[in-house]
Structures are given as C-alpha cells and as structure tokens.
C-alpha cells in the first residue's frame, strides 16, 4: 500500500510565504511525477506546479515567480514553497503522486490536502 499525505497549510497574511510538503510512504519502487493542485471554494481544482523525476518543474502561470517545487528523493517527499502569497491563493492544496510501486504497477496517488488561506 502507498499512502500520500499533504502538511505545511495555515493561515498567513498577504505577502508571506508557507512550505508545503507532500510525503510518500509504502510499498515504493519509484515515484515519478509529482504535482500539486488546489480548489478553492466554488471553484474547479487546478494544477499548480509540478515536477518530474529528474527534478524538472514547471508552474501555472498565476503562481510562476512566485512557487518554487523541489523534491529530495531520500526522503520521498515533494515541498511546494510559496512566497509573496495572495488572498487569490487561498485554497485547499493537494498534491498527486505517481508512483511505481514494488508490484512494477504505476499509479496516481492523492493526498488529503492541506488548507492554504492568506488574509488579506
């Protein structure tokens, strides 16, 4: 079993920043791409950032400049930092991992989230 799970959200002002985190535990081979979305009340979910395994990143444009992704492997885990926050970024954050397993299997795995909000 692979488990996914999201930690860093809270509350902080406009023009702050927060490190969000995505860990991967389990019975894991590889873990491939990784991204991060958020859903923000009413609002469909979007695709933030991601990063491959090799550690290339790209960014939504309304985020770019602004979030950095990175991940270390050691530790099977994937940070999101974002910084110059905006209340427009308030959101439920969650990341999406794909993972080889030890079966040789791949699949998507989702986290629970973890609640951004920036006040304004």
């Known amino acids: 079993q692979v488990q996914v799970v999201e930690s860093g959200g809270g509350l902080v002002q406009a023009g702050g920043s927060l490190r969000l985190s995505c860990a991967a535990s389990g019975s894991i081979f590889n873990i491939n791409r990784v991204d991060w979305y958020r859903q923000a009340p009413g609002k469909q979910r979007e695709l933030v950032a991601g990063?491959?395994?090799?550690?290339?990143?790209n960014y939504a444009d309304s985020v770019k400049g602004r979030f950095t992704i990175s991940r270390d492997n050691a530790k099977n885990t994937v940070y999101l930092q974002m910084n110059s926050l905006k209340p427009e970024d308030t959101a439920v954050y969650y990341c999406?991992?794909?993972?080889?397993?030890?079966?040789?299997?791949?699949?998507?795995?989702w986290g629970q989230g973890t609640q951004v909000t920036v006040s304004s």
């Open positions: 990063i491959t395994s090799d550690g290339s990143g």
């Open positions: 999406n991992a794909r993972i080889t397993t030890l079966l040789l299997r791949e699949s998507g795995y």
